[in-house]
Antibody, heavy 122, light 106 residues
Framework: EVQLVESGGALVQPGGSLRLSCAAS????????MNWVRQAPGKGLEWLSY????????YYADSVKGRFTISRDNAKNSLYLQMNSLRAEDTAVYYC???????????????WGQGTLVTVSS | EILMTQSPATLSVSPGERAALSCRAS??????LAWYQQKPGQAPRLLIY???TRASGIPARFSGSRSGTEFTLTISSLQSEDFAVYYC????????FGQGTKLEIK
């Protein structure tokens, strides 16, 4: 069974940093592209970042470019999101999501974690 | 950036009836369109990808269609567990989501 479990969410002050983790199991993690998506309270979904299976190709949404860094450790079956210079508007539930196998650059997200809450407030 | 516009924002339908949810892309996304279902406190679940292909384990009452840049998710006979928020997502380019349609019990 495919499982994605996020952790690391917390209450952090504006300007602070946080590192989220996503532990993957039930599939060959090193073969899959991964993404981070967030959802502000009561709002819709926002794609944040993509990383290729090898980690060599990375993309970011403009809203987090320069502040967030996606990475992965295939030996540990883990995905990460380093978040710096956090703002109040970064308050959200953060999900890791697996990209469905596809010959295209982008694909649908076929499995999601349960999410971890990040609250940015003083 | 490709903008995805969903309508209506809220749809009230009785159990057993048919529901049709719409999603419009601001430019062509080909068939690179997915639909997700999200229930309160839960992560989104993939329903449809490639505009019309059901994901694994998704009941046949869910179907997707495309006409140009207009996409429709149809639920043929609503069950109690279908009342939720539905999002469309394009993945033809940098992924982007619609704002969601809340499907509520009438």
């Amino acid at each position: 069974e495919v499982q994605l479990v996020e952790s690391g969410g917390a209450l952090v002050q504006p300007g602070g940093s946080l590192r989220l983790s996503c532990a993957a199991s039930g599939f060959t993690f090193r073969n899959y592209e991964m993404n981070w998506v967030r959802q502000a309270p009561g709002k819709g979904l926002e794609w944040l970042s993509y990383i290729s299976s090898s980690g060599t190709t990375i993309y970011y949404a403009d809203s987090v470019k320069g502040r967030f860094t996606i990475s992965r450790d295939n030996a540990k079956n883990s995905l990460y999101l380093q978040m710096n210079s956090l703002r109040a508007e970064d308050t959200a539930v953060y999900y890791c999501a697996r990209a469905a196998p596809s010959p295209l650059r982008w694909s649908a997200f076929d499995y999601w974690g349960q999410g971890t809450l990040v609250t940015v407030s003083s | 950036e490709i903008l995805m516009t969903q309508s209506p924002a809220t749809l009230s339908v009785s159990p057993g009836e048919r529901a049709a949810l719409s999603c419009r892309a601001s430019q062509s996304v080909s068939t690179n369109l997915a639909w997700y279902q999200q229930k309160p406190g839960q992560a989104p679940r993939l329903l449809i990808y490639g505009a019309s292909t059901r994901a694994s384990g998704i009941p046949a009452r869910f179907s997707g269609s495309r006409s140009g840049t207009e996409f429709t998710l149809t639920i043929s006979s609503l069950q109690s567990e279908d009342f939720a928020v539905y999002y469309c997502q394009q993945y033809n380019n940098w992924p982007s989501f619609g704002q969601g349609t809340k499907l509520e019990i009438k």
